[in-house]
């Protein structure tokens, strides 16, 4: 019985093949974009999560309040760890986690190959809490040693080819002699860690006199502790007492401290105001709902298009019960038929999933490969292409089969315009939230646009930004006048922060602070070059002067003035908290700048003259050539003064934009599906108006007759779909509005909500849809009427 109902579908789909190819093109799109996104949504949903241990482990989070705000950071002081482990007796485990030599990025050589490459500095327990896997060595021993390195496979193969590389050298920062004892294998794509090789935390301290002296410094927060609890120890008692840990070791300290799970590090790192608010848990829970929108817009496609041709078949119906058919006969064959289009949908869907994830991987900047070894997703998929095939066949099988026989070859019957107010409810969903999604590929566009249209504040056209390695340092003015002198560069600075970072702040008095106030600027320690070099505008005082002849002058931005209330700022004395018996005097105020987010407002900064901490030599290059000519000509100069490392630098326009990386990638992916889902909807609306047309073939003919023109006859038959399409426009845009309101509310610097956009959203919808429809309104207009008639 089953083969003969799958012979009748497949005979069916056949002679329709026009209408087979929408049905099944439609709800292969829609379930190939629900694919997709459940694919990314898994990758988001599983990040970290594949640690033996990975219930117990969490980091140690501070709470700090300053300037009348709550603020969470992951840096604590040096001495914490000490205190995590013999304090606390729910701790199992501790390790120190930190970035190689205090920057992200460090110099490998091995011969005459030379690297720049990410590095993290761990503590002696990492491997026995976080279970990476390894190539060579043995996480017991790899950090024992103290001049130990542990590469990962890209590295090691980069560094010493295909050979096992343990027991080799590799030369760190041009100072150290390390030894390879451990390779790990790639890690996954989905999870936090980001670094391309390991070095032990003793190592760092042992050679870095600041850190030694800051093993009893509690003011100095620049490590990430990790920490495993006891299988059976309660987080809440933890958490209870690292409450007040930090200011039991240090009265005078704003900071709390407490712990945040592995499981929730990537999608739930924001805080506002000391409290876990979410993440990027937003953007997954929003996609995830947005695949779920786009595979009920298939779906609606599927069973409109299945009813509306079903409807043809009450004659089919009327003979089939006069041979003798059972109800329950007419019922599995309409079933069948719909399975079977689901299911060839299915393959198809598969197919375009294989031949787009690589687009898909390059539109999210991931690596994800389809899930052919989980049982759970091919369960999901299967199941839901059986229950969204049972669906679609119901109506056309409980209701058609329910038709008398003789009534229906009588012609007693009428069924189609009559029944096709389900279809018109359906139809209003599916563009309500094609309209919806137009609208927020619209505003998310404005949005980004608008925070990268906002001032900066200072120049970052041909500005870039270059790691101070020792040497460059020590040899920092034959550097800059080397680089002044090939003609290529036209300023040159150093800075304890790149031009879009900011690395370092401090907490400060002055006269007229309130007594229980607390303030906190941020910091950043540069040469008298820094504001000519950035193009940063002093608004009143002056510059540093050369030579460090300014070892007590500070420069504040107007944030900063704004904030401490300075209505005289020059020459206001002023002490770090950590340094009292330094006096500071204030020399210029400096116009905001926008170094770190660009949709926060900009925070109070103060520059230093020139410290000891600089890290990073910023230069613009010289407007009169072209880039590619201006970096042949300074590569020398770094090739003389930095042998051990290769040319490496980065464009501060760059580095600025990779900011909205998160909101660019939200918008772009709103623009694909908003583009597919008004595909999808557009393929079921042209087999509704096909089907239309074909149902009033009879009326159209009369109306020809008697006189009709064919732009009436197309306004006829197009009006119905273009009135549908208004009223999904009128539920799309408050519905669209509320959503998009919460989005921004996230955003301190934003756009509004436009009236326009909604018109043009609901506008162009419409367009598309009249497009649509017009092309078989006007063909059936154009039909003779002697042949329309005639085929009734």
């Given at each position: 019985m089953l083969q003969n109902y799958l012979k009748i579908a497949w005979r069916g789909l056949r002679k329709n093949r026009g209408f087979s190819f929408i049905n099944i093109l439609g709800l292969a799109v829609g379930m190939a974009v629900a694919m997709l996104i459940g694919i990314w949504v898994w990758d988001e949903l599983t990040f970290d999560r594949f640690y033996q241990n990975e219930a117990n482990l969490y980091r140690v989070m501070l709470n700090r309040t300053a300037n009348g705000e709550t603020t969470t950071q992951p840096n604590g002081p040096l001495p914490l760890g000490d205190v995590l482990r013999n304090e606390i007796p729910e701790i199992r485990r501790v390790?120190?986690?930190?970035?190689?030599?205090?920057?992200?990025?460090?110099?490998?050589?091995?011969?005459?190959?030379?690297?720049?490459?990410?590095?993290?500095?761990?503590?002696?327990?990492?491997?026995?809490?976080?279970?990476?896997?390894?190539?060579?060595?043995?996480?017991?021993?790899?950090?024992?040693?103290?001049?130990?390195?542990?590469?990962?496979?890209?590295?090691?193969?980069?560094?010493?080819?295909?050979?096992?590389?343990?027991?080799?050298?590799?030369?760190?920062?041009?100072?150290?002699?390390?030894?390879?004892?451990?390779?790990?294998?790639?890690?996954?794509?989905?999870?936090?860690?980001?670094?391309?090789?390991?070095?032990?935390?003793?190592?760092?301290?042992?050679?870095?006199?600041?850190?030694?002296?800051?093993?009893?410094?509690?003011?100095?927060?620049?490590?990430?502790?990790?920490?495993?609890?006891?299988?059976?120890?309660?987080?809440?008692?933890?958490?209870?007492?690292?409450?007040?840990?930090?200011?039991?070791?240090?009265?005078e300290s704003i900071f709390e401290a407490f712990l945040h799970p592995v499981e929730r590090w990537h999608l739930y790192g924001e805080f506002k105001n000391g409290k876990n608010t979410g993440g990027f848990i937003r953007y997954v829970r929003l996609f995830a709902m947005v695949g779920l929108a786009v595979l009920l817009i298939a779906c609606i496609n599927f069973m409109n298009l299945a009813t509306a041709r079903s409807e043809k078949r009450a004659k089919e119906v009327g003979v089939r019960k006069a041979v003798g058919s059972f109800r329950s006969q007419l019922i599995g064959q309409f079933l069948s038929e719909s399975m079977l289009i689901a299911g060839l949908a299915l393959v198809l869907a598969l197919a375009l999933v294989l031949v787009f994830l690589p687009v898909f991987n390059g539109i999210t900047q991931k690596q994800l490969t389809f899930p052919w070894q989980l049982s759970g997703f091919w369960l999901l998929t299967l199941g839901f292409t059986v229950i969204t095939g049972a669906l679609a066949g119901s109506y056309p099988a409980f209701y058609l089969s329910s038709f008398n026989a003789v009534r229906v070859l009588k012609g007693s019957v009428r069924v189609g315009r009559n029944a096709n107010w389900p279809r018109k409810v359906l139809v209003v969903v599916q563009f309500t939230g094609c309209i919806a999604f137009i609208i927020s590929a619209i505003l998310v566009y404005q949005q980004i646009q608008y925070a990268k249209n906002r001032p900066v504040g200072y120049n970052p056209d041909r500005l870039l930004t270059v790691a101070l390695t020792n040497d460059l340092n020590r040899n920092y003015d034959a550097v800059r006048n080397e680089l002044l002198r090939s003609g290529a560069v036209e300023n040159v600075t150093k800075a304890s922060s790149p031009a879009t970072t900011i690395t370092g702040d401090t907490r400060v008095d002055w006269a007229g602070k309130a007594p229980d106030e607390i303030m906190r600027l941020n910091l950043i320690g540069a040469s008298p070059d820094y504001l000519e070099t950035m193009g940063i505008k002093l608004k009143s005082g002056r510059n540093f002067y050369p030579n460090n002849a300014d070892s007590t002058a500070v420069i504040l931005n107007e944030a900063a003035v704004r904030a401490m209330r300075l209505k005289e700022p020059l020459n206001q004395e002023m002490t770090m908290v950590w340094n009292p018996g330094r006096k500071l005097h204030v020399i210029g105020v400096v116009e905001n700048s926008i170094i770190e987010s660009p949709y926060t407002p900009v925070n109070p900064l103060m520059l230093l003259p020139s410290q000891p901490f600089e890290s990073y030599l910023i230069f613009r290059l010289a407007p009169h050539l072209n880039s590619a000519e201006a970096l042949a000509r300074i590569e020398p100069v770094f090739q003389q003064f930095n042998p051990a490392y290769p040319f490496d630098y980065q464009f501060v326009n760059d580095d600025y934009n990779r900011k909205f990386k998160q909101e660019e990638l939200v918008g772009k992916l709103a623009g694909v599906f908003a583009v597919l889902a008004v595909f999808i909807a557009c393929l079921g609306l042209f087999g509704l108006a096909a089907s239309l047309a074909e149902q009033r073939t009879k009326e159209v003919g009369i109306r020809k007759v008697l006189g009709a023109s064919v732009v009436s006859l197309w306004g006829l038959l197009s009006r119905e779909f273009v009135g549908l399409v208004l009223i999904a426009c009128l539920l799309a845009s408050p519905v669209a509005a509320y959503v998009l309101s919460n989005w921004l509310n996230q955003f301190d610097y934003r756009i509004g909500l436009k009236i326009w956009v909604f018109a043009l959203s609901g506008g162009l919808a419409i367009l598309i849809a009249l497009l649509t429809v017009s092309f078989q309104s006007i063909k059936a207009a154009l039909m003779n009427p002697v042949k329309s008639l005639r085929s009734e």
């Open positions: 390790t120190e986690s930190l970035n190689t030599n205090m920057r992200a990025e460090a110099g490998l050589k091995v011969g005459d190959k030379k690297l720049v490459r990410k590095g993290q500095n761990v503590g002696s327990e990492f491997f026995s809490m976080f279970d990476l896997p390894m190539v060579y060595g043995s996480p017991a021993t790899a950090l024992k040693e103290l001049n130990s390195i542990i590469l990962t496979e890209q590295t090691a193969e980069s560094l010493f080819g295909k050979t096992d590389p343990l027991g080799k050298t590799v030369r760190l920062n041009d100072n150290f002699d390390l030894n390879v004892t451990a390779v790990l294998k790639k890690l996954p794509g989905n999870t936090a860690w980001d670094f391309d090789f390991i070095v032990p935390f003793s190592h760092l301290e042992a050679n870095t006199p600041w850190m030694q002296s800051s093993r009893t410094n509690w003011n100095n927060n620049i490590i990430e502790y990790l920490v495993e609890l006891h299988p059976n120890a309660n987080r809440a008692a933890v958490d209870s007492k690292l409450k007040g840990i930090i200011k039991r070791h240090n009265p």
